[in-house]
């Protein structure tokens, strides 16, 4: 059993800021990749930002530059800072990780933390 438990979320004006973090913690070895998705209202789930254990950060083009992905591999933690927020950004923010048990590797997602942006 893996868990992912987030936290963060909120509302928030637009040009604010929130921070993310999703705790992973159950049956991992190792954690590979660690992102974060978000899902609104009447739309798909789309990714937002990842990163490998190596650092290496892959983010969407309509959050570059506002949002920063990091992650704290002794704590199998990861974070979403989300800087100069629009209402676009309005959604449920996901946690994902890939990771590592014995010989297999499989995926896990958080239940979700709702980010709303409204003045």
């Known amino acids: 059993q893996v868990h992912l438990v987030e936290s963060g979320g909120g509302l928030v004006q637009p040009g604010g800021s929130l921070r993310l973090s999703c705790a992973a913690s159950g049956s991992i070895f190792s954690i590979n990749a660690m992102g974060w998705y978000r899902q609104a209202p009447g739309k798909q789930r789309e990714l937002v930002a990842t990163i490998t254990s190596g650092g290496t950060t892959n983010y969407a083009d309509s959050v570059k530059g506002r949002f920063t992905i990091s992650r704290d591999n002794a704590e199998n933690t990861v974070y979403l800072q989300m800087n100069s927020l629009k209402p676009e950004d309005a959604a449920v923010y996901y946690c994902?990780?890939?990771?590592?048990?014995?010989?297999?590797?499989?995926?896990?997602w958080g239940q979700g933390t709702q980010v709303t942006v409204s003045s």
């Open positions: 994902h990780i890939r990771y590592v048990f014995r010989t297999y590797t499989d995926v896990a």
